[in-house]
């Protein structure tokens, strides 16, 4: 998902949908096996910051109390 990803922070994106885009981003990630540790750091504290349960309830609650209010 694009717009999950922080490129050198989280993982990468491939430059296209293809065999071929797919084969450069397993190049790159394999380039750079000595950021794994510290992207899967990033990863889980982005997941649990941004993307947690709570956080998502809450900003469907907002969400429909917005639509409710400008019904």
């Known amino acids: 998902i694009p717009d999950m990803a922080r490129v050198g922070t989280t993982g990468w994106l491939i430059p296209e949908i293809s065999v071929e885009g ?5 190049r ?4 750079q096996r000595e950021s794994w540790q510290e992207m899967r750091g990033h990863c889980r504290q982005i997941a649990e910051e941004e993307y947690s349960l709570d956080v998502q309830a809450k900003a469907y ?11």
């Open 28 to 31: 790159i990630a394999i380039s």
């Open 22 to 26: 797919l084969a450069e981003g397993i």
């Open 61 to 71: 609650l907002k969400l429909h109390m917005e639509l409710i209010h400008d019904a």
